[in-house]
């Protein structure tokens, strides 16, 4: 089933901006210091985040958060503290539930 609508594009196209986040800053941070290996704090919140985003999990992904975080994302105003993040997540997860069987995940991660 293919899903064509405006809404779906741009959920799936924040999550993919997310994910190539996180990922980018690993690698940014690697290539700067090649000859050490990050701290365990951040190995271990880096396996979290991925972990909670492979699975789609909103509550692990917000736990993350701090409670007065912020996030900015492209042609959006910024999502002020956890709250607001929250929703934005569900808002996205909700437009992405039924039909998808975890191909817009699995084209996420691939990224």
Not at 3 to 15: G, P, Q, V
């Amino acid at each position: 089933m293919r899903l064509h609508s405006k809404s779906f594009s741009r959920a799936a196209a924040t999550i993919s901006i997310l994910a190539c986040l996180v990922l980018n800053t690993s690698r940014a941070e690697s290539s700067r210091s090649r000859h050490t290996t990050p701290p365990d704090s951040i190995l271990r919140f880096n396996r979290k985040l991925d972990d909670a985003t492979r699975h789609m999990d909103n509550a692990a992904t917000l736990a993350l958060w701090a409670d007065d975080g912020v996030s900015l994302l492209p042609d959006a105003s910024p999502l002020l503290g956890k709250p607001a993040i929250a929703a934005f997540m569900d808002r996205v997860t909700a437009s992405l539930k039924g039909g998808n069987d975890g191909k817009i995940r699995d084209a996420v991660l691939r990224h």
